[in-house]
């Protein structure tokens, strides 16, 4: 173990992590080039503990506007699942693509990727344009690499087109005992969290925001219902909480009863239970079951849905526009089940609906969702965490869909339950609240 890594588990003082050597290699969950083709043959299952390793990679230089973090902890999300089957594109394409910028982003271009796009962790060395953050800082990380120049007259940051996801579109990711990052990519940590909890967040939870808060996406507004396919999952479980603490009201798709009993802990009354619908014969592609999906919905909560939560794609896309009200909105941000969506467009013009497209969040987003964690407004749905030289397995459980919430990494953190610093907010927050998805 290097000194600078024993003295970030000492505690030790932001000055004395700036005056320490930082470490030529360290340890990483990565993907390789040269695997890329290794499921070709095997296209039914891509099992993603063949082709992510752990093991030592080479340490980059820093530049001028970037921090070298000390990780104690990552999250597997389901992009992680995209970089380790090389699909839909192998990601070394995106890195060779940035790497055409110039000198700095070439470093990204390597035979190996480090994967993962959630960290918290330490501030350990600072660029030499770095006046906002300093070594000892403990913070979390939003997965927008970006310079943050706005370049569209909307003023927002997710329109520049330099935004990329750090960890799946560049290299040096959260999943490692050390990550490259940009310094505007910090978060302040949640004082009363975990390390492994505050990995848990920032991804989902920013993109949760933006789909449903912010004016870029759905607006939601007091009292408005909102579907939420995939309910008990990463993004699921932070929009069912998005909806209640704004004033709405939740409906939410669940795949099994006992994710339908987690919903109802949640505090959320009208459960779906998918499966009724989807396995009918023709599934949700038959106008009976989707009528009747629109009357169970009824039932819960007497009206049509303001807003439909969308992420799930071919499957359930042509059900969520028919699903949403006249005069309402489906938002999405994913395409799980297929990217090529079909639905009947009578239901959205005729109807008034709109469709729209989100991806991650800007600056200012990330900052409000940031800030609903660490005022313990929302708290984060981990419900696993596996040590880095697991990744591999983590990253599977996710493949599979055995997971509820979120999955987290342990990188430097020796053990669950460390980092937490402010006692008083935690057990204002509730340890049953805190801990409620890990019964599952
Ligand atoms: N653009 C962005 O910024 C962004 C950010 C985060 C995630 N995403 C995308 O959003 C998607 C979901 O991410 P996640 O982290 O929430 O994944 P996740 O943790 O795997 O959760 C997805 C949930 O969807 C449900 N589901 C799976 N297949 C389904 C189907 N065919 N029909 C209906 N429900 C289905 C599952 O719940 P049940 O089985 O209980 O129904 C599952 O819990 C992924 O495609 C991801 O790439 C995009």
């Not at 990679?57 to 090389?86: G, H, I, K, R, Y």
């Not at 300093?134 to 690499?145: E, F, L, Q």
């Not at 505007?184 to 009363?192: A, E, S, V």
């Not at 896309?317 to 395409?335: M, P």
Request: hydrophobic share 40%; aromatic share 6%.
């Amino acid at each position: 173990m290097s000194e600078l890594i024993e003295a970030v588990l000492a505690d030790a003082p932001g000055e004395r992590l700036a005056e320490l050597p930082v470490p030529d290699r360290y340890r990483a969950a990565y993907i390789r080039k040269q695997d890329v083709g290794m499921f070709d043959d095997d296209e039914r299952d891509p099992d993603v503990r063949r082709s992510i390793r752990v093991g030592e990679v080479a340490m980059p230089e820093l530049a001028p506007d970037e921090v070298l973090v000390a990780v104690m902890a990552s999250a597997v999300n389901f992009n992680t699942v995209w970089s380790a089957t090389f699909k839909p594109v192998p990601t070394f394409a995106f890195l060779e693509r940035f790497a055409r910028q110039g000198a700095r982003a070439a470093r990204h271009n390597r035979p190996e990727q480090v994967i993962g796009s959630d960290a918290s962790g330490v501030v350990v060395r600072t660029g030499t344009g770095v006046e906002d953050w300093v070594a000892g800082d403990r913070v979390v990380v939003n997965p927008i690499h970006s310079s943050g120049r706005v370049t569209s007259g909307s003023g927002d940051g997710m329109i520049a087109d330099d935004t990329l996801a750090w960890g799946y579109e560049t290299n040096f990711g959260g999943m490692a005992d050390f990550a490259v990052v940009k310094a505007n990519q910090l978060l302040r940590k949640p004082m009363h969290l975990s390390w492994e909890e505050s990995a848990a967040y920032t991804l989902c939870g920013m993109t949760v925001y933006r789909m449903l808060v912010s004016p870029n996406g759905a607006q939601m507004k007091q009292g408005d219902i909102v579907l939420i396919w995939g309910a008990a999952g990463g993004l699921g479980g932070y929009a069912v909480q998005m909806v209640k603490n704004g004033g709405g009201i939740p409906v939410a798709v669940v795949g099994s009863e006992e994710r339908a009993e987690l919903m109802r802990e949640m505090g959320c009354e009208a459960v779906i239970n998918r499966q009724e619908f989807m396995n009918a014969p023709d599934g949700l592609k038959n106008p009976k079951t989707l009528r009747r999906m629109g009357e169970a919905i009824r039932r819960l909560v007497g009206e049509d849905p303001h807003i439909v939560f969308e992420h799930t794609g071919q499957e359930t896309f042509g059900a969520s526009v028919y699903l949403a009200r006249r005069g309402g909105c489906v938002v999405t941000c994913g395409s799980s089940s297929g990217y090529q969506h079909g639905y009947d467009n009578r239901y959205l013009w005729m109807k008034v609906k709109r469709i729209v497209g989100s991806h991650a969040a800007n600056m200012a987003e990330a900052h409000e969702s940031n800030r609903l964690l660490r005022l313990g407004l929302i708290v984060p749905t981990l419900s696993v965490t596996y040590p880095l030289t697991e990744a591999g397995e983590a990253t599977r459980a996710v493949q599979l869909g055995k997971h509820v919430g979120k999955v987290s990494i342990r990188c430097l953190a020796p053990s669950d339950g460390l980092g937490v610093e402010d006692h008083a907010l935690r057990a204002r927050v509730g340890e049953q609240r805190l801990g409620l998805f890990r019964k599952y």
